[in-house]
């Protein structure tokens, strides 16, 4: 039986409770996100969700405004696609994929000049979802999609800024 001791010592680690930043590292500011995407409200949505996965795992104090962080969190947008990926017999789409692209960068505030720790010109995430072309009251799903999209995206950036992948 392998010990803990043993099994840190080989590299291992459970995920998400990894940290591959300076400790020296405490406070976070988030920036909104730009959105050059043409999609209303995503980067309030995609924001909003960094910010609260940030606070979830509780590895920085989260402060307002960037002159007082350690570490900033910026990115812009550049793309939300959506995509029909599956039809019914008439050819009508009946489930569509959303697909968010997005230029992120953390960059370490605390010497002289400012240190880009990671960057990601292509960071993305998509999510699918369906849509019932029958329905008598049509509700657009591609909002509930961008909900569910933006947790995953929130959930895939902090991972990978925490554990380096």
């Known amino acids: 039986m392998l010990s803990a001791g043993a099994l840190a010592g080989c590299g291992y680690h459970l995920v998400g409770h990894s940290n591959s930043l300076p400790a020296r590292l405490q406070k976070l500011y988030v920036a909104p996100l730009v959105n ?8 309030q949505r995609l924001t909003d969700a960094i910010t609260r996965e940030w606070v979830r795992r509780g590895r920085f ?3 307002s405004n960037s002159e007082h962080a350690d570490v900033v969190l910026s990115g812009t947008i550049v793309a939300a696609v959506t995509s029909p990926v599956q039809f019914d017999s008439s050819g009508r789409a009946t489930e569509y994929q959303l697909t968010v692209v997005a230029n992120m960068q953390l960059v370490d505030r605390t010497g002289a000049k400012p240190v880009v720790l990671w960057h990601d010109q292509q960071f993305s995430r998509s999510a699918a979802y369906q849509v019932n072309v029958n329905a008598a009251e049509y509700f657009d799903q591609s909002v509930e999609a ?6 995953d995206f929130a959930r895939g950036l902090v991972t990978t800024i925490l554990e380096g992948f």
């Open 61 to 63: 104090q989260l402060v």
């Open 146 to 151: 961008m909900d569910t999209l933006s947790r």
């Open 36 to 43: 050059q995407s043409g999609r209303a409200e995503l980067d």
